[in-house]
């Protein structure tokens, strides 16, 4: 693989401010760089250390890491533990009145949680689950609206042992029965319905949709908790209400004492380059992952109120919401509804009204927010945050700049996290109060976690070029299979190309001389211009630098003479241009690129829409861009498109 040309010019450095070293977690450069020397002199010696300290163990293990079958490790593996006893009663003793759950749901009333109350409510569950015969080593969908009960199900699945699989809710009953029939599930647990921005969406008829497609014997309950009317079709063997379910159960729920390695949970990636994977984590490895990045990565203080606004249905979620805050002891915010209703100020009241000191979000709902009200966050009161964060894709710098100025008020390290469904927790991060921050830039590897560049055979790339993003060596939080395909996970994971040492994230990147990693893309959107490689990544970041422009995706398209021609697909701040306006607009924003970048970048065409086709986590799906590109029609698959009337839109250049 020719190398990638870098040409990103980003040169805005910002270092920690003093007042946040003096009080972080890991203050100073000096701090994170003796952490990363004592993994680099002994992996073992290390992760070891920080399992026996962070997680609290049944049984301690003796062995850290077995890779005698490689690429499926085994972490810990002789240990055993349980995860919901590590995120609940642990707290039960030391602030069992402590708020475990700010819930605020669609139409903002507030329910909380304690620690007490979140331990009886999942005991209580655990307890129902098993008087339905579910036990260690079954799976169980959970196919739920963000709810303290989704997070009370996940949890209770873990204390008993059972794999939970969550589907997120904006599902259709298709995509559910595919992931019913693939974990072989034994129950579903679901609610009637789902309010998200003044919409009601009927997830119970959804599962009964699902299984009335066949195929799912495997099913033997539905548990229904009633969020709305309660008005639903009922199949009495096999459906039972939440309500009655954990009616006289005991808030006494023994943990089941499982190995390490025990599956906790299967979840499927959000389908961005193809069909969704079920990625299948362990317990053990993956708790630490999510405790060390919640205390290193959002420098976790008793006092913090976090938020993290990701559905239960994404790894996110799973790290961030359900496993790492409540590990932690922490008071975080569950939020039920949409950054956007019933106005785009709904995030920064959420913040202002809980004083939420981390916030955790992702670049589309920040592009989104500019878009539709880049001003609002001065009219919240905002003083209680301390820290940023992003996920999800690559942020682009310009996004970087307004997140970090007019909602942090230039007071709040911004951390840009890299990681993946596959990694189960935070891979390329800055610690706060160590790193200087570079707006655009994941910064530098957690420590650990051996991250590099390299070419297609595997061979380690000069700090300014670029290739392909692999980890060297295996680390805890790691997926360990796809759920039944073993053969896919080594295939896509750890290909023979690369001599099947290394994990291949399916990601470009490139290393500045400062060593720090820039995300340029998936590998399959790199651009190939007349001989120079593009990341799509610099280009939408150089037309989201135009105060013009809200949001932008890149893809090539065959050109005989250049081997690859770029077309820009824009979402513009102000409305969508049609006729002779497009036409102007086009013009202007190619030559923009083209002084941003260089002539090399400016696109051969330019196509405007109200949005972009994007996966139901939010994420751009340029594979779908690229077909349209191309004049084709689309064959993939589209299931997990959250807007499908956007490829209309799209579909034919300016006239
Ligand atoms: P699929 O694997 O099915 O195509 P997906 O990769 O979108 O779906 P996820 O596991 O949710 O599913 O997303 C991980 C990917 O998201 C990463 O590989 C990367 O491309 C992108 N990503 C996540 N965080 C960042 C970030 N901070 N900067 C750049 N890219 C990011
Ligand atoms: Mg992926």
Request: glycine share 10%; net charge negative.
């Amino acid at each position: 693989m020719a190398t990638i040309k870098s040409i990103l010019h980003e040169t805005r450095v910002f270092p920690p401010d003093a007042a946040f070293v003096n009080q972080a977690n890991l203050p100073g450069m000096e701090t994170y760089r003796a952490l990363c020397d004592e993994a680099e002199k002994d992996l073992e010696a290390f992760w070891g250390r920080l399992a026996r300290e962070h997680i609290t163990w049944h049984k301690p293990f003796s062995r850290v890491l077995d890779e005698s079958n490689h690429p499926f490790f085994k972490w810990f593996d002789d240990g055993e533990l349980n995860v919901s006893f590590n995120c609940l009663d642990l707290h039960l003793a030391s602030q069992p009145d402590k708020v475990a759950i700010i819930f605020e749901a669609d139409d903002g009333k507030i329910t909380l949680s304690t620690y007490r109350d979140l331990h009886g409510r999942v005991c209580r569950l655990a307890n129902g689950l098993k008087s339905l015969g579910i036990g260690k080593g079954d799976r169980v969908i959970i196919y739920m609206p963000m709810s303290i009960e989704a997070v009370a199900a996940m949890q209770a699945c873990a204390r008993i042992g059972a794999t939970h699989s969550v589907v997120f809710g904006g599902f259709s009953a298709k995509s559910l029965h595919e992931r019913i029939i693939d974990a072989g599930a034994v129950a579903v647990i679901t609610a009637d319905e789902q309010h998200r921005g003044g919409k009601i969406n009927h997830l119970k008829t959804a599962v009964d949709d699902a299984i009335a497609l066949g195929g799912t014997d495997s099913v033997k309950s539905v548990v229904v908790y009633k969020r709305g009317s309660g008005d639903v079709q009922w199949h009495v063997a096999r459906d039972v209400w939440w309500h009655d379910l954990i009616s006289g159960k005991s808030e006494v729920c023994e943990p089941e004492w499982i190995e390490a390695e025990h599956p906790l949970f299967t979840l499927y990636t959000s389908g961005s380059t193809g069909k969704p994977k079920g990625v299948q984590h362990s317990s053990a490895g993956y708790l630490l992952g999510a405790i060390l990045s919640m205390k290193w990565v959002f420098d976790y203080k008793p006092t913090d109120v976090f938020w993290c606004t990701a559905d239960v249905g994404w790894v996110t979620g799973h790290s961030y919401v359900t496993y790492g805050p409540l590990a932690v002891g922490a008071t975080q915010v569950v939020f039920e509804g949409v950054p956007t209703y019933p106005d785009a100020g709904r995030f920064w009241k959420i913040i202002q009204d809980h004083k939420v000191t981390t916030f955790y979000t992702a670049p589309t709902a920040i592009r989104s927010l500019i878009k539709n009200g880049p001003d609002l966050p001065g009219k919240y009161d905002l003083s209680s945050l301390r820290l940023l964060g992003s996920v999800g894709e690559p942020i682009n710098p310009e996004a970087w700049m307004w997140y970090y100025t007019v909602v942090g008020q230039s007071r709040c390290p911004v951390v840009d996290t890299w990681w993946q469904t596959e990694t189960g927790s935070h891979m390329i991060a800055p610690v706060p109060g160590a790193v200087p921050l570079k707006p655009g830039s994941c910064t530098l590897p957690l420590p650990g976690i051996l991250a590099a560049i390299v070419d297609e055979a595997g061979h380690d790339i000069e700090n300014g070029k670029g290739g392909f993003l692999v980890i060297k060596r295996p680390f805890p939080s790691q997926a360990r299979t796809l759920w039944g395909d073993p053969e896919r996970f080594r295939n896509t994971y750890f290909p023979k190309e690369l001599g099947g040492r290394y994990y291949l994230a399916g990601d470009s990147a490139n290393r500045d001389l400062d060593g720090y990693f820039w995300i340029m893309g998936r590998i399959d959107d790199v651009l190939n211009v007349s001989g120079h490689r593009l990341g799509t990544m610099e280009i939408e970041s150089a037309l989201v630098a135009s105060p013009l422009v809200a949001e932008a995706a890149v893809v090539g398209k065959p050109d005989e003479i250049r081997g690859e021609a770029i077309v820009a697909f824009v979402v513009l701040k102000g409305t969508r241009p049609q006729g002779e306006t497009a036409h102007d607009t086009a013009i202007e924003l190619r030559n923009w690129v083209s002084q941003e970048i260089g002539p090399i970048a400016r696109p051969e065409e330019i196509r405007f829409g109200d949005n972009l086709p994007k996966t139901r986590s939010g994420k751009i799906m340029r594979r779908l861009l690229r077909t349209l590109a191309n004049g084709e029609e689309i064959t993939q698959d589209v299931s997990t498109l959250e807007n499908p009337a956007i490829l209309e839109q799209l579909k034919h250049p300016i006239a």
